[in-house]
Structure formats: C-alpha cells, structure tokens
DNA sequence: CTCCCGTACGTACGCTGTACGTCTCGACAG
DNA sequence: CTGTCGAGACGTACAGCGTACGTACGGGAG
C-alpha cells in the first residue's frame, strides 16, 4: 500500500462520488475506502470543502479543451461549450460538484480565458464578449445539470412520465408530448441549442459590421 | 400561538433558508424557530425531503405566469421566463432547492404547460417544441444559479476578481476584462440572453415557413 | 545517541435525520 | 359523569456527520 498523499485521496472521492453519488461523500467513508484512519486525511487536505475543491479542479484540468485559433470563431465556441459538455460524460455524477465551486486556479480559469479571447478575436466589444460568454455559460451549465439529473425539470432521468401522472384534461399539451418529453438524445439536444445560440450571435457580428 | 401545522412549518423553512442559507435548514433549526419539540414536524411532514419539496411547490406556486394567448409567441415566451426569473429576487437563497426538484405536482407542471402550449401555438413541431422549451429551460436555469451563486463562474456575487487574483502574463484576456467581470446587471444579461435565443428561433421559423 | 517533526490514528464534541414510545388533551359513547 | 379513544406534542435514542485535540510512532539531523 503506497503511502498517503493528497492525489490518492482525491482520487478516492472521485470513485466514490461516481460509484454512489455527492451525497455519499464523507471523510470516513472516503477513509474507509483508503483503509486508513479518518483523521489521517486531514494531514493532506485541510477540510473537506477544499477536498472537494480538489475533485472540481482535477476533473476540470481533465477536460481536453483543444482549440485552434486559426479555424473561424463560430467553431471555436461549439468546440469549446462541446469540451466543457464531456464532464458530464466522463464524471457524470461529480458535475454538480464541479460546477458549484468557484476555482480561482489555473484549472478554472483556463477556460475561461481561452473563451473569451476567442470572443475577443472574433470582433466582439469588451463588455459584448463578456456578457456573451455569460449567456454560453448559463446555457452550458444548465443544460448539464439536466443531463445530469441535478434540475431535472422534463428531462427523463429515470423515465420521466408514467401514464397516469398527468391528467390530460388539465396539462394537455404535456399529456401530447409526452412520448418527445420521456426521450431526450442530449448530445442532439445540447448541440441544438448551441447552434442556435452561435447562429444568433453571429447574426449579431454580421448586422453590425454592414 | 396558533396550532402547528404543515403551512407554518414550510413558512419557517422558507424564512429561514432565506435569513441563513439551504446549508442552516435542519429539522431542530426549524422546530426551535417554532418554539415546538423536534418530533413534531414529523405529524404535518413525513420527512425532509418532502418538507423540501413542500418549499419548493410553494415557493413555484406564488410566481405570477400571467399569459396573453392573444400576444405574438416571442413576447409570451420572454414573459414567462422572465416570470420564472422572479424567483431569484423573491426568494433568491431558495432558488437552488426550487430547481433542483422534480415536482409531480400542479405547481410544478403549469409552467411546462403553459410554455410548450405557447410554442406548439406559435406553430413549433411536437418534437420541436419540446428541444426549444429544453434549450430555454437550460438557458433560464443556468442563469438564475449563476445570479443566485449557486455556479459562480465568474458572476460576481461578492467581488469576484481582485487585483492581483490573476496573473495577466497567463490570463491577458482575464486581467483586461476584469471590471467588466466585476459587474454584473443580471436583469439587462438575463434579457441579453433571452432575447438571442428567442431571435434564432423566430429566425428558423421564418425561414421554414418561407 | 538524542531530538524533533511529520504522519497516522483514537477519542470526543456537537451536530444531523428520524424511529419509537410515551404523555396529554379534547371528543364522544354509554 | 365516566370510560375510551385517537391525534398531536414531545423525549429519548441511535447511527452517522465534520473536525478539534491529544497521542504514538518512525525516520532524518545534530
């Protein structure tokens, strides 16, 4: 057994945030996992809160954000938002974790600055590209929490609507559609709106430099 | 001091999360606030779970989904969002627990009602209407936790960026965005957003129908 | 050798949700 | 009036939580 040290233990609630969900995560069930005495973890993370800090920054520093600067800027963003989307693929359970913790280190800003020098290089105004990449960020997060689970407002976690959960004579459009609100093809559905959004923007850059 | 019952005992959950945050809500806090033993709640509520989705039905069902049938799409579908986005201001440390429950009941689906009969009026295809109501409710959702700080990347909930926070030979676009990082009008970005989105979509409308 | 410090660990405190048993009090049948 | 009964209020108890504190050990420095 190889000493403890900091990145085992984050590795260790990252299993065991994936195996049984963010609500499972305890120190001692974590030093459990470990085989290790509870309060050992503490001579290698200072709390819990920064422990989970560390979850968000490792699984955020996995993200592959490969960008090239030379493709044009409407690619640039899909391809950016897409990265940012397979969180929820590889960590799907951790996600919430990871985007409720503001990070103020290099794993955490790092998209940030590359979205907004994008922006930047696209044409947009300093106060445009900040407020537009604020809209991404919201349609982003968003829609991963609902593939997540996290809001699940409609989205079919676990098979949504059951005949009988809704009485047609009050809700008839959802009682309509609810073949189309129980089956959800994410990746279809996050790309949908992504190209909507890029498409209206884009149509915002054009308008103004005629 | 009138009887217990389960209405005051969700008023208190709600006036508390709103005086101390969801983390200060435990079922001792809310009897003490009451002035009543811990087991009593558990004669009006079954457990926390459902007192929690007894604040969130509650919390929903004040928001006021006035609708126009008779106004054109785009203004009902901006109304009702913004209308959504009520609750970050009424109830601002409430607005993570109200999202993040599905609720089966009328509280919960009137809104989808009244959204997806609004876009399938507007002439949106059954699956159609749906994806947009999903890309709209990614948009709304990611905002209000964005406003509330539930995802604080980067909105600034309590002065985010401080001089010397960032290293500009790293994050040049960061450093130089940093007042416009600093503020947020979170009505006039909220309306920035909506507006994009409701303008793509009325943009592949118009194009379909031509 | 001694000393010292970092690491591992046990114990303990105050907190949590809630299962269970008990007590009290008002309503109603006889 | 009295006996019964049900509902609501409440105390106790248990398992689990984060973590402050004290202790023990093992290896490098002097």
Redesign the interface.
């Known amino acids: 057994m190889p000493p403890l040290n900091r990145s085992r233990i984050v590795a260790a609630a990252i299993d065991l945030i994936e195996r049984e969900g963010a609500d499972a995560v305890s120190m001692r069930r974590i030093a459990a996992d470990l085989e290790v005495g509870v309060m050992s973890l503490y001579n290698h993370v200072p709390n819990k809160s920064a422990l989970l800090d560390a979850v968000s920054e490792t699984i955020l520093s996995e993200v592959e954000f490969t960008d090239d600067p030379a493709a044009p800027w409407t690619g640039r963003v899909r391809m950016q938002a897409q990265a940012f989307r397979q969180i929820a693929h590889t960590h799907p359970r951790s996600t919430m974790v990871v ?4 990070l ?1 280190s ?1 794993a ?3 998209p ?2 590359r979205a ?2 994008t922006l ?1 290089e696209a044409g947009f105004g ?2 445009e ?3 537009i ?3 991404f ?7 991963l ?2 593939e997540v689970g ?6 079919p976690v676990h098979g ?1 609507i059951r005949p009988g ?2 009485d047609p004579e ?5 009682g ?2 609810a073949p ?2 129980s089956a ?1 093809d994410h990746e279809a ?1 996050f790309d ?2 992504l190209d ?2 890029i ?3 884009a ?2 850059l054009a308008q103004r430099t005629t």
Chains 1, 2 share one sequence.
């Open positions: 985007v409720s913790r503001q103020k290099a955490g800003m790092l940030v600055e907004l020098s930047r300093e106060q590209a900040v407020q990449f604020r809209v960020i919201a349609y982003v997060i968003g829609s929490l609902r996290v809001t699940p407002t409609f989205a949504a959960d809704v009050l809700f008839p459009e959802i309509a559609l189309h609100l959800c559905e949908f709106g909507l959004l498409e209206a923007i149509g915002r």
